[in-house]
């Protein structure tokens, strides 16, 4: 095999697995056999290895730096609960932003975006997106809370601490646009969370909640299930 | 560890029966002697039929050099080769005796049909 494509296919694995066997994997794919199928064992490997380190090599100080592997050891809530959190105003703050920016623009004339509003073209297309960053926003940060929770091989119970958050955070929001309604506030929108969402707007936000849960905690479990397999084998 | 299962997606009848169970080929093929990827991947064909992937053997070697199981060799030009270790050995006997019981009671279950 082409060595430039040896080292390419190499560099799909983390650095702490290339840092040991990155020379001599190389040279096994040089030296070997080429193709689509090697082609394709590689990165389903290289990507496998990536969701599913090996143990012994994941506390390495160039992919895990050091005061960050210690600030999850010694506050985890802040890791889990705080910075998913943060993370998820964060994306709330820009859906709030996207609707803004494409309500001035597409539509300046109307009370509010929400129905009524342009049915294709350019506009379609950026509220579709917007609206679809909104939705996603919680199962996104869930992936995070549980790529930090794999890497770090936290304990169990704060990265499900976070995916409960972010869950009831994510079924709990609600954006409320309106010239009339809201006159005051930033650009005539407003987000209100329930405290408890599946009282008040009913069972529908339970399910929401639960889908979101779901979605969120399902990486973290294949990884646990990954876990629970190599120490049964 | 993979669990043993057996790879029935080939066409070919010699195909079918294929073993599939990287860590125990790697830890079978070391069984013979010290080897480095590309003569495994060659032993383990000659062995069981089964040609490994670069991915799949390194993705069996880097568990079993975790659990202990084998132990790098020092580098040969830019060849890394692997030993079983004690452990391995111990683990690898198991395994097969696991699969001997497993194949004898089941030809014998074949035999009555």
């Known amino acids: 095999m082409n060595p430039r494509l040896a080292r390419l296919l190499t560099r799909i694995y983390p650095v702490s697995w290339r840092e040991r066997y990155g020379a001599e994997f190389e040279e096994l794919l040089e030296t070997g056999r080429g193709g689509v199928r090697m082609v394709a064992n590689v990165a389903w490997s290289g990507l496998r290895e990536r969701i599913f380190p090996i143990r012994g090599l994941t506390p390495n100080r160039d992919t895990v730096p050091g005061r960050f592997h210690s600030l999850c050891a010694g506050a985890p809530w802040a890791i889990f609960s705080l910075a998913p959190l943060s993370l998820l105003a964060g994306c709330y703050i820009a859906a709030c932003l996207i609707l803004w920016i494409g309500w001035t623009m597409f539509l300046p ?17 950026y509220f579709q997106f917007g609206k679809y960053f909104y939705g996603c926003a919680p199962i996104l940060v869930g992936w995070a809370v549980a790529v930090v929770a794999v890497r770090q091989r936290a304990k169990a119970v704060w990265p499900l601490t976070g995916f409960v958050l972010v869950a009831w955070i994510g079924a709990a929001a609600r954006i409320r646009a309106s010239r009339t309604e809201i006159p005051g506030g930033l650009g005539h929108i ?21 889908v979101i849960l779901s979605l969120a905690v399902l990486p973290y479990l294949l990884w646990r299930i990954q876990i629970a397999r190599t120490t049964l084998s | 560890m993979r669990s043993t299962q057996r790879v029935v997606s080939a066409d070919t009848p010699e195909k079918i029966g294929h073993y599939s169970d990287p860590p125990l080929l790697v830890l079978a093929s070391l069984a ?21 992937g670069p991915g799949t053997l390194y993705g069996a070697i ?37 699969l001997q019981r497993f194949a004898k009671s089941g030809l014998k279950r074949l035999e009555l049909l």
Not at chain 1, 198 to 208: A, I
Not at chain 2, 32 to 52: A, F, N, Q, V, Y
Not at chain 2, 70 to 83: C, D, K, N, S
Request: hydrophobic share 35%; net charge negative.
């Open chain 1, 109 to 125: 004339g109307s009370d509010t975006p929400f129905g009524g509003g342009p049915q294709h073209g350019l506009a379609n297309l």
């Open chain 1, 190 to 210: 407003r987000m209100d969370f329930a405290l408890w969402p599946w009282v008040q707007n009913g069972h529908e936000s339970l399910v929401h909640a639960l």
């Open chain 2, 32 to 52: 013979s002697g010290p080897k480095h990827g590309h003569s495994m991947i060659e032993d383990i064909e000659r062995l069981c039929g089964t040609r490994l």
């Open chain 2, 62 to 98: 880097g568990r079993l050099e975790q659990q202990g199981w084998i132990e790098p060799l020092p580098v040969e030009e830019r060849r890394q080769p692997y030993r079983i270790t004690a452990e391995g050995m111990s683990v690898l006997r198991a395994k097969l005796t696991t």
